[in-house]
């Protein structure tokens, strides 16, 4: 169970064709979110029934699939250690918690981050401080505040919302269209579980959020409260020119 067999592994069922597809899909060209990133070719469903038959792999072989320059590596090792997690006792999953944590340099793309991190991070914060989560969100790093906006996933499924909003409300006004996403995501969740949670947030910050964040968020709503919601969200011209013909 070393880094070098699971690598080969992905390695005998990659293909160039899905590689070359997998590179454009992730946005891996200069001044791309995934610059520089290499894939093997391998779609997710086999990276999981690799990671799967080496669940037992040590971490220092994990760390050594995280600091790969082969996408597929990493998840591999991101989704053994998820799946770990879900079989350990309280102490063990501190561990897996913590390791994870030192290691979010290598969580570096949106699936890396969304297939892995409800699942160590959130369920391991359920029941305990989340003050970490915040401090993720001010980050530099774009993975990082991703990780603080989907980890909330799990709490969402366990009906509480009170991270979520408050995270949602600290990166509307983010320049990346990944974290827009991720946010409507986020807030389209808790609207599925609770509406008026959602409608609340929403009659607060619609106006200001970016389009893209706003239209996850309402995907679930009847057509007359999204277009509701919608007009709500007028362009900076539109306002200019409603103030210019007040003041004329």
Request: aromatic share 8%; proline share 4%; glycine share 6%.
């Amino acid at each position: 169970m070393s880094a070098e067999f699971i690598i080969s592994e992905l390695q005998s069922i990659g293909t160039p064709e899905k590689a070359a597809h997998l590179q454009r899909f992730f946005k891996t060209g200069p001044g791309q979110y995934g610059e520089g990133d290499v894939f093997i070719g391998v779609v997710v469903p086999h990276t999981r029934s690799i990671a799967k038959s080496n669940g037992q792999t040590p971490l220092v072989e994990i760390r050594k699939l995280l600091a790969s320059k082969y996408h597929e590596a990493r998840l591999c090792g991101l989704i053994i250690l998820a799946e770990r997690f879900k079989k350990a006792s309280g102490m063990e999953r501190g561990e897996i918690y913590n390791f994870y944590l030192q290691h979010t340099s290598c969580v570096n793309n949106w699936d890396l981050v969304d297939l892995t991190c409800p699942t160590v991070v959130g369920e391991y914060l359920a029941d305990k401080n989340r003050d970490v989560l915040h401090r993720l969100a001010e980050s530099d790093n774009l993975w990082e505040q991703r990780i603080s906006i989907v980890s909330t996933l799990a709490f969402i499924r366990k009906g509480d919302f009170s991270d979520t909003l408050d995270l949602s409300g600290k990166l509307l006004n983010h320049p990346h269209d990944l974290i827009h996403k991720a946010v409507g995501w986020m807030l389209r969740e808790t609207g599925k579980r609770d509406r008026n949670v959602l409608t609340g947030f929403l009659e607060k910050h619609a106006a200001n959020m970016p389009r893209t964040a706003l239209r996850y968020a309402i995907e679930h709503y009847p057509e007359p409260e999204r277009q509701y919601f919608l007009r709500k969200k007028q362009s900076p011209n539109r306002s200019a020119i409603k103030s210019s013909l007040r003041n004329t």
